[in-house]
């Protein structure tokens, strides 16, 4: 069974840093393409990002280019997105998925909040 796990939400000031995480588990992490996406008030749900099964970043939102980074942990089973100069508009829930074996899994997502 596939299971995704997002931590490291919170809520911070405009400006400030976040590092989320999502812990996999249930398939073979380390060869698949991961998903960010997030649920914003004012958006809906939008991809923030591709990271490939090699550790690269593709499909960035233009919104986030240069200020969030993604990455893996292929030993540890470990997806992360490193947000910088975070804005208001970043507000809203940020989820994991995977496409595997003709499902698309989601994590239950983490909450970001970014206001002063």
């Known amino acids: 069974q596939v299971q995704l796990v997002e931590s490291g939400g919170g809520l911070v000031q405009p400006g400030e840093s976040l590092r989320l995480s999502c812990a996999a588990s249930g398939f073979p992490f380390s060869t698949y393409a991961m998903n960010w996406f997030r649920q914003t008030p004012g958006k809906g749900r939008e991809k923030v990002a591709r990271i490939t099964a090699e550790g690269d970043m593709r499909d960035v939102l233009d919104s986030v280019k240069g200020r969030f980074t993604g990455s893996r942990d292929n030993v540890k089973n470990m997806l992360f997105l490193q947000m910088n100069t975070l804005k208001p508009e970043d507000t809203g829930v940020y989820y994991c998925?995977?496409?595997?074996?003709?499902?698309?899994?989601w994590g239950p997502g983490t909450q970001v909040t970014v206001s002063s």
């Open positions: 998925n995977v496409a595997y074996k003709l499902k698309t899994w």
